[in-house]
């Protein structure tokens, strides 16, 4: 986005991140991950069979997409070589002079993930009053019974209201039967 | 006056008692999501996709009309209230409305803001009932090669006009198109990327994209940086303006209009630059006057940025409507909500679903009406949604994020998917990669694809095919023009009146950081 904001490397936002001064090596691992992700298109691309009567054929498009994602992963890299740092993004509840909490992330990402993996059988009532309260306690939250009572009020009304006014049938999993 | 005419059928096709309440029910939660702090209008719309799974689209659009006008209303004021901007079209209207609120003017920036929003808002719809199809009537008449290059041009614009670092821009870009690759070939019917995955062959959901990458990504964004310390909400009475405020506001409300519809109509998108337009515009003529209250709080200052952001967001169902082409983020989700319905977007929107796109600007015009009766008597009420503890609502987005990414298909790995895009969002937060470009080229990117190959089919597998119309050439010179504009223009040095209001920006940024 063009806001005036963005334009200037040296507001608050940018010096906040711990890395090292004119330099942001992280950037590094993004640009490798690009070169990966194309070269892999690209390669995906040569497993395709061209059909007939289609002169641009399914593997134009990946082969093009492949090759600009390397070329931008190379332009990333150089970049960063050069001194290139990237202006993390702001916001109203974001502090970024703190050094990253990438523990709170990766506990996220657990409660997502046993989301992902019991919501199946555990139905959604259950999963998401748990991904609620888990949430809340992973940010800081230490008001754990209220949090559990406010995941299941509003698990439990989520799934009524896409059952009764939608017509989504959520799983009710072991509930089944008692919703 | 034909278009009246359908205008009005579009009000017959809303106007019953179910559908209004679907428009209040829209505009209720629209500005309940986007007030909630970071929460923009595209997340709003994007999370509150599913709300409307399960009823027909025109019910559907009514609910999402006001969801939009009130996730942006929201977003103004989180902006004047608490000093930060939830999108980059607000930090305008966090400038001097902050101020105003720090004044004691809360009230007063808020009504200035309420009030301009709706007439932009009323104003710009009513130029998309006269232009779009208008436009929509020649853009049938392109052939795949012009609509293709127009495709390019949106994306072009969009990425490297608008980003701060157009490498960033395009690294996102072509992020997105990777994604839009994955899945079944439109011809051969191969899979793509799938990595053998019968559920990848289905293509991913743009919503899982959408939510995933805005929702998600933000929510574990904040996580990683969550300001411990709570934060200042300035206490707000109920919005009024004295006639001394009207007199002040409503030449900004009329010129931040004019500002804004153009940008949002043509396929440059955004509404960055015509509220900045507006902001030194107004500036520059209370100077003149010998009245500059900016800097301590002018409303001119709130009324004009407020209402080229809302005339813009108007502004972009144009090329929404008209040729198939989202220029900013909010209508991106909004095209991804047509697709959902199975209806194509493109230059035959207009006459293939005439009814829904008339329902869907009338539905705009009365959710935007609504939205000021029904919010400047609930501003007080809204201004209490900032205090909500901050691990509860990211907890609360989280799991609404969940719930809209599982109630597409139901399936289990969808969520496994958002669950990567988020973490694919938190890594484009970190590098500063714009997420617009990413869910441009998610959208269009397979659209594209099959313009191409009608392309290359007409002309036979000719190259030049792409340019054998005079239209697409004129668009490719204008890309061209795009591309190479910024980096002519950063070689010049900036005017002086923009570096002065960077100088307040940045000052402001400073004040909201701490």
């Known amino acids: ?179 | 006056m034909e278009n009246l005419s359908l205008l009005m059928d579009g009000f017959g096709s809303v106007l019953t008692p179910q559908n209004l309440l679907f428009a209040a029910i829209g505009v209720l939660l629209g500005t309940f999501v986007g007030v909630l702090p970071g929460i923009g209008p595209a997340m709003a719309v994007a999370l509150l996709l599913p709300v409307t799974y399960g009823l027909d689209p025109i019910p559907a659009f009514i609910m999402f009309a006001g969801i939009y006008y009130g996730g942006m209303y929201g977003g103004s004021t989180t902006a004047i209230l608490l000093n930060t901007p939830g999108e980059s079209a607000s930090v305008m209207t966090a400038l001097e409305g902050n101020l105003m609120a720090r004044a004691g003017r809360a009230a007063q920036a808020l009504a200035t803001a309420a009030i301009g929003s709706f007439i932009a808002g009323t104003i710009g719809t009513m130029l998309v009932v006269f232009f779009a199809p208008a436009l929509a009537s020649v853009a049938v008449a392109i052939g795949a090669p012009s609509y293709f290059a127009l495709m390019v041009l949106a994306m072009v614009s969009v990425t490297s006009v608008l980003g701060g670092s157009p490498l960033r821009g395009f690294i996102a870009l072509f992020l997105g198109l990777t994604i839009g690759l994955v899945g079944l070939d439109l011809n051969t019917g191969q899979p793509r990327l799938s990595f053998d995955q019968p559920l990848l062959a289905d293509r991913i959901d743009v919503v899982v994209v959408a939510v995933g990458i805005f929702a998600l990504g933000e929510a574990l964004w904040v996580a990683a940086h969550l300001r411990r310390s709570p934060v200042r909400v300035i206490p707000v009475g109920r919005p009024w303006m004295d006639r001394a405020d009207l007199r002040r506001s409503w030449g900004p409300w009329l010129r931040g209009t004019a500002y804004g519809f153009p940008f949002g109509a043509v396929p440059a998108g955004g509404a960055e630059i015509p509220t900045f337009l507006s902001y030194i515009t107004e500036k520059r003529l209370a100077a003149r006057k010998g009245r500059d209250e900016f800097g301590r709080g002018a409303i001119e200052g709130v009324a004009g940025p407020e209402a080229a952001n809302n005339a813009s967001a108007a502004g972009t169902f144009v090329p929404l409507l008209a040729l198939g082409l989202p220029v900013t983020a909010t209508s991106a989700v909004m095209l991804a909500a047509l697709q959902g319905y199975g209806i194509e977007p493109g230059p035959s929107l207009m006459t293939d679903q005439p009814e829904l796109v008339w329902a869907l600007l009338a539905s705009l015009l009365i959710g935007n009406a609504l939205l000021l009766v029904l919010n400047l008597p609930l501003a007080p009420l809204w201004a209490k949604l900032l205090r909500i503890p901050r691990p509860q609502l990211y907890a609360g987005i989280l799991f609404f994020a969940a719930l809209g990414a599982y109630a597409t298909n139901l399936q289990a790995f969808d969520l496994f998917l958002l669950v990567l895009l988020g973490l694919l969002g938190l890594a484009m937060r970190r590098f500063a990669l714009p997420v617009l470009p990413l869910i441009l080229g998610v959208i269009l990117g397979p659209l594209m694809e099959v313009q191409l190959r009608q392309a290359m089919a007409i002309s036979g597998g000719e190259v030049s095919g792409l340019w054998s119309e005079p239209l697409a050439v004129v668009i490719y010179v204008v890309v061209a023009l795009a591309v190479l504009a910024p980096i002519v223009l950063r070689r010049v040095r900036p005017a002086p009146a923009a570096v002065a209001v960077d100088q307040d920006v940045r000052e402001k940024e400073e004040e909201g950081v701490r």
């Open chain 1, 1 to 179: 986005m063009s806001t005036p904001l963005d334009t200037h490397p040296d507001t608050p936002g940018a010096a906040a991140e711990p890395a090292a001064p004119g330099r942001d090596l992280a950037q590094l691992g993004l640009a490798g991950a690009l070169v990966l992700v194309g070269a892999y298109t690209f390669y995906d691309a040569t497993t395709l069979r061209i059909g007939f009567g289609d002169p641009v054929g399914p593997r134009v498009f990946p082969y093009v997409i492949g090759t600009v994602t390397v070329l931008l992963g190379v332009l990333l890299a150089l970049a960063t070589l050069r001194g290139d740092v990237p202006e993390a993004e702001g916001g109203e509840d974001v502090d970024l002079r703190q050094p990253a909490d990438w523990l709170t992330v990766l506990k996220l990402v657990g409660v997502l993930m046993v989301t992902v993996l019991t919501i199946s059988f555990l139905g959604w009532a259950i999963t998401g009053a748990i991904l609620f309260a888990g949430s809340a306690w992973s940010l800081g939250s230490r008001t754990l019974v209220r949090d559990v009572i406010v995941g299941v009020v509003l698990s439990v009304t989520s799934w009524y209201a896409f059952h009764e006014g939608l017509g989504v049938i959520l799983p009710a999993g072991i509930l089944d039967g008692v919703l």
